[in-house]
């Protein structure tokens, strides 16, 4: 069993930056691609990064240049960094994680809100 905790929400003014955290617990954590999707109030949760065991990532086209999602297996937390933060923006985010080769994300975090005021 994988348990994510995230954390790192808050509000923040547009322009701003917010890194978010989630911390992975379970003997099969580091070995598991990680991902970042994000739910606005009325909308369908998306997919916003990902990130594999070795490093390769992906992005949804709304965040490319903006957020960052990097990964330390050391310590089983991933990051999503972002800057340049819209009120579009605004969404709970949910840390989410899946086996290798598998197209669903089998674990869930409890979602962290991200508020970006104009």
């Known amino acids: 069993q994988v348990q994510l905790v995230e954390s790192g929400g808050g509000t923040v003014q547009a322009g701003g930056s917010i890194r978010l955290s989630c911390v992975a617990s379970g003997s099969i954590a580091s070995s598991l691609t990680m991902g970042w999707h994000r739910q606005a109030p009325g909308k369908q949760r998306d997919l916003v990064a990902s990130i594999t065991r070795d490093g390769i990532t992906y992005y949804a086209d709304v965040v490319k240049g903006r957020f960052t999602i990097s990964r330390d297996n050391a310590k089983n937390t991933v990051y999503l960094q972002m800057n340049s933060l819209e009120p579009e923006d605004t969404a709970v985010f949910y840390c989410?994680?899946?086996?290798?080769?598998?197209?669903?994300?089998?674990?869930w975090g409890q979602g962290t809100q991200v508020t970006v005021s104009s």
């Open positions: 989410a994680a899946r086996q290798l080769g598998s197209p669903q994300y089998t674990y």
